[in-house]
């Protein structure tokens, strides 16, 4: 998430309107934590930013660099509110139309990497909200 102001624990977010994407998890978890949600188009993101449309917008880092948003919204918040980038998903659709050998090699990476990632997470202090600050 990022915004104008830090945001390092839940009470922070309470009373702020937090542009997401219009999915169930988003419009159930933040209004549960206090805040409102906000649907809108993408490309109207920055300028809902800049003019106080939105106080929070939440995306990856990626998104934050390649579209600039800092500059508008200057404190990158690693919340780690949602922890779901580490799943792999196939339908039974996909999954069917592999071969055994084709669903072992997909079954390693994800053995792999449900073994790897609960350290890796451990090495990075575990959850919990850091913030950084990124000038334009």
């Given at each position: 998430?990022?915004?104008?102001?830090?945001?390092?624990?839940?009470?922070?977010?309470?009373?702020l309107k937090v542009r997401v994407q219009a999915t169930k998890t988003e419009d159930t978890h933040f209004?549960?934590?206090g805040a409102q949600t906000v649907h809108m188009p993408f490309g109207e993101v920055y300028a809902s930013?800049?003019?106080?449309?939105?106080?929070?917008?939440?995306?990856?880092?990626?998104?934050?660099?390649?579209?600039?948003?800092?500059?508008?919204?200057?404190?990158?918040?690693?919340?780690?509110?949602?922890?779901?980038?580490?799943?792999?998903?196939?339908?039974?659709?996909?999954?069917?139309?592999?071969?055994?050998?084709?669903?072992?090699?997909?079954?390693?990476?994800?053995?792999?990497?449900?073994?790897?990632?609960?350290?890796?997470?451990?090495?990075?202090?575990?959850?919990?909200?850091?913030?950084?600050?990124?000038?334009?």
């Amino acid at each position: 998430m990022y915004s104008k102001k830090e945001i390092s624990k839940v009470e922070d977010i309470k009373g702020l309107k937090v542009r997401v994407q219009a999915t169930k998890t988003e419009d159930t978890h933040f209004p549960a934590y206090g805040a409102q949600t906000v649907h809108m188009p993408f490309g109207e993101v920055y300028a809902s930013l800049q003019t106080g449309v939105v106080n929070v917008a939440e995306n990856g880092v990626n998104v934050y660099e390649s579209n600039k948003h800092y500059e508008v919204a200057p404190v990158l918040n690693m919340t780690q509110h949602e922890a779901n980038n580490n799943c792999i998903w196939v339908s039974d659709k996909a999954w069917n139309s592999f071969s055994a050998e084709e669903k072992k090699w997909v079954q390693e990476a994800a053995d792999e990497v449900s073994r790897r990632e609960p350290a890796a997470l451990q090495a990075r202090g575990g959850f919990g909200a850091r913030s950084f600050r990124r000038s334009a």
